[in-house]
């Protein structure tokens, strides 16, 4: 029996995203993928705009709702996808666990912009019984996944030094790029601000700041997303190099071979080696290891605690 899912906010990562791009090709919604999975079935959404819910109900012949208590009251979700802006996210919450339990919610990263709320939001589920999962969608792509089983196997030789570049925020976009070095590297250890930069938005901080993590030192550089979008990893290892580019669209692998013409020297392989991803389909592959959660199987998901730990990580760095 499919899992009854109901999305909450029809925003882009909700809905719009994808809504105008080849389902066989792109899925970068809630939307997209739970309507593509054999495991799942959406009974309904939420969004106070009326325009969004017609848009929804439009694409995808399925009712929609004007707040969270009137869906509720005619549906029973097993999975609850939280897409609304992070302002909203515990108030969502909160109000998803007054009328209702389900299984699983899918909340959006990060889980709060205060720290305090994020830790009374995993507690409400865990009191709940509910289980909370935050879509830092990167870790559920094979080619992340790949990258992870190098370095842990040594073939990517830790430790490692690395750049990370980000934009729109620390918070909102930096803690993609910090929570996938986590899931690669290991728990956070210490780190130094070295530019405390602006605030994007008025709200979220852009420091350029040295973090050390269990398998590697990584300098956090903010970009200008006013000007272009820009999120790449660089990682150098004694046996090579690794990027991370374009969000994670493109990953390649540089070894390291003698250099023909002066002796004792090594270089890296110009040839580089494409690590596979599926990164057009990211939403779907979220919602594949969903399915393997549910069922008790392994996944890589984040989880509410590990969401928590980038949190608290990232809060050190900007307090």
């Not at 780190?191 to 420091?207: F, I, M, T, Y």
């Amino acid at each position: 029996m499919s899992e009854q899912v109901l999305i909450i906010g029809l925003g882009q990562i909700g809905m719009g995203y994808d809504l105008s791009l080849d389902p066989a090709k792109a899925v970068y919604t809630h939307a997209r993928a739970f309507s593509l999975h054999s495991a799942f079935e959406i009974v309904g959404a939420v969004d106070p705009s009326a325009a969004q819910r017609s848009l929804f109900q439009h694409h995808y012949n399925l009712a929609a709702y004007p707040d969270i208590e009137s869906a509720l009251q005619v549906i029973n979700p097993t999975v609850v996808a939280i897409a609304s802006p992070t302002a909203m996210h515990s108030d969502v919450l909160n109000q998803v666990l007054f009328h209702s339990r389900p299984k699983v919610i899918l909340c959006e990263k990060p889980l709060a912009y205060d720290l305090e709320e994020a830790r009374r939001m995993l507690t409400a589920c865990e009191c709940a019984g509910v289980k909370l999962l935050v879509n830092y969608m990167r870790r559920a792509d094979f080619g992340a996944i790949e990258v992870k089983r190098r370095i842990e196997s040594g073939s990517i030789a830790a430790p490692v030094k690395g750049v990370a570049w980000y934009s729109k925020g620390f918070l909102h976009n930096g803690s993609h790029f910090f929570n996938l070095l986590e899931f690669w590297l290991g728990a956070f250890k210490t780190s130094k601000v070295l530019d405390a930069g602006r605030l994007w938005d008025n709200q979220d901080p852009e420091p350029d700041v040295q973090v050390v993590f269990e398998r590697g030192t990584i300098v956090f550089q903010a970009a200008w997303e006013e000007a272009f979008s820009h999120y790449t990893i660089e990682l150098l290892s004694s046996s090579g190099r690794l990027r991370y580019d374009q969000g994670g669209e493109c990953i390649i692998w540089n070894s390291i071979y003698s250099d023909p013409n002066f002796t004792g020297y090594s270089m890296l392989n110009p040839k580089p080696e494409v690590i596979v991803n599926s990164m057009g389909r990211y939403q779907w592959h979220v919602v594949d290891q969903l399915a393997d959660a549910l069922a008790g199987k392994l996944h890589t998901l984040c989880t509410g605690h590990q969401a928590m730990a980038t949190l608290e990580a990232m809060y050190q760095i900007i307090n």
